[in-house]
């Protein structure tokens, strides 16, 4: 099997004991963004004693992260970055052995600020922008999650409820738009953009915690002001 180039660079990460050369991120934004989702992930398993249990929402939404991130490159959003974000991860995770990943922490931190799980959440002003990021991140969100079966349950329903709330007025903005409901290309688009502007607010769960008390399910939807 060909080796990732991602996956050779944690290697010679791990080698770099023999080295003088200074610990890198692979410089294409794919593998960076698959070393520090590998990295992100065995730092928050580092913290954990029972390794049977599953991440929490929040450090498997740093996770996912990288791939948003990766296919916000693009302003279209770029999915087939995010898919080989995906991918790549699975494969370097495999090569990180004990405390491999700590020298990489710093580098993630500068190469991917949005990644960053202290950062400030602000949602757009304009109530029709707010609106699709939210609806495009959460739906994106669902989907991703939905692959871990039940253990992500409770944020796949809430986030479901939000879509629900927001789905008549993402039909209507499209529809200002121009876009008709068996447009399926011109919907796919400008959710597409949509998704890579919410990628870059802030870790995804902490920004649909504020999409959510924007638009809660169950009551009046707050615009911003």
Known sequence: MRNHPAFAAVVALLL???????PALPEDIVGSAATCAAVTASQARSAITDLSKPLSINEQSQVIHYALLAGAA???????????VVKQMQAIAGGIEDDGWKPLVPLCKTAFPEADPSRAVTLPAAPEDAQIQCYALGDFMVRALSAYNET??????DYNSMLGKL???IK??????????EDHAGKSAEKSKALAAAAKLGPPSKTL?????????????????
């Open 167 to 169: 789905e008549p007025l």
């Open 172 to 181: 209507e903005q499209l529809s200002k738009k121009g876009i008709a409901a």
């Open 152 to 157: 992500y349950r409770d944020a796949v329903v």
């Open 209 to 225: 915690d504020a999409c959510m008390q924007l638009f809660p399910s169950d009551g009046e939807i707050k615009l911003p002001t």
């Open 74 to 84: 693009d302003p279209k959003f770029s999915r087939d970055n995010a898919n080989g």
């Open 16 to 22: 770099s004991s023999c080295s003088s050369g200074p």
